[in-house]
């Protein structure tokens, strides 16, 4: 597997020991962290995640000591210096180094970790309503990309892998649907794409919302929108959009099969095209 890491000033092709036992990172989850990709060279909307890690440090009260300008140079340095015709993953993280109870001062470290990670497929699988939520937002930092909020995703995904399903469908504090583990959703109904209304307790993504441009600039109606469980249940498409698998197809809810529709084709290609633009302009930041 290729791979790079850069801490404390230096390129590292072994990933570097940043934690111990003492440390309120490791044991109580003082970290942030953002996830970004290189696609063979392409490194779509990586200022948009770089401003989201620092965002997201502050969130936490951890203390950046870095601009989004300089992280974004440094991700774009490391996809430069492994082979470009390959897939990676791109793993800011601020982490408090303090060993108190709460993050202090200046005691906050960045590493970035880039390493081989192919697309996967386009069609994602099969999706289940959790018995989990998303927290609320005064129950939890759900305005930053925070280590400590994502053992409850994990748990939902283990149940729904208990249950022979690929990924969950968390529902918000109201039980209104709000998104999956580590990727946002739309439903696809009467032709309109719809996704969740941004109302804290989930992450808006940074695919989600580059993804409603481009639907938008491309005519398709889109609307962001409060979605029930019912919504699900009778949804002509399940879209999965996220970084990691950039946009998916669900192809069974519960136990209706789904056939990977237009829209679904349509989000993926228009996504792809963008991807090749950043190839050669990068794009402006919103
Ligand atoms: N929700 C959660 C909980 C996530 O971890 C992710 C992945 N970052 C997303 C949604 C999708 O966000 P993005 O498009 O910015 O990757």
């Not at 939902?156 to 399903?165: C, S, V």
Request: hydrophobic share 40%; proline share 7%; aromatic share 8%.
């Amino acid at each position: 597997m290729k791979q790079i890491f850069f801490y404390r000033g230096e390129w590292l092709s072994n990933e570097p020991m940043v934690s111990g036992p003492l440390q309120i990172s490791f044991w109580s989850g003082s970290s942030v962290f953002d996830g970004a990709r290189a696609i063979k060279g392409a490194l779509p909307d990586i200022g948009l995640h770089a401003q989201r890690v620092v965002r997201s440090a502050k969130a936490m009260l951890l203390n950046p000591g870095l601009e989004a300008k300089e992280i974004e140079s440094l991700c774009r340095d490391a996809a430069a210096r492994l082979p470009a015709d390959r897939d990676y993953y791109i793993r800011p993280m601020f982490y408090s180094t303090g060993q108190g109870v709460a993050p202090e001062g200046n005691d906050t470290e960045f590493v970035l970790a880039v390493f081989e990670a192919p697309l996967p497929d386009p069609i994602a699988g099969g999706a289940c309503l959790s018995s989990f939520r998303r927290c609320a937002v005064d129950q939890g930092p759900t305005n930053a990309k925070a280590g400590c909020l994502y053992p409850n995703g994990q748990r939902a995904l283990l149940e729904a892998r208990d249950r022979g399903f690929d990924l969950p469908v968390l529902l918000d504090p109201n039980g209104n649907v709000a998104e999956f583990s580590t990727a946002n959703i739309w439903i696809v109904k009467d032709g309109v794409a719809k996704t969740p209304a941004a109302n804290g307790t989930f992450l808006s993504g940074i695919t989600r919302r580059r993804l409603i441009r481009l639907l938008t600039q491309d005519g398709i109606p889109v609307e962001e929108a409060v979605l029930s469980p019912e919504d699900l249940a009778t949804a002509e498409e399940i879209i999965v959009c996220g970084n990691f698998g950039k946009i998916q197809a669900i192809d069974r809810f519960e136990d209706r099969m789904l056939t990977p529709g237009p829209v679904f084709e349509r989000a993926r290609a228009l996504y792809m095209q963008f991807v090749e633009s950043e190839r050669q302009v990068p794009a402006a930041a919103e």
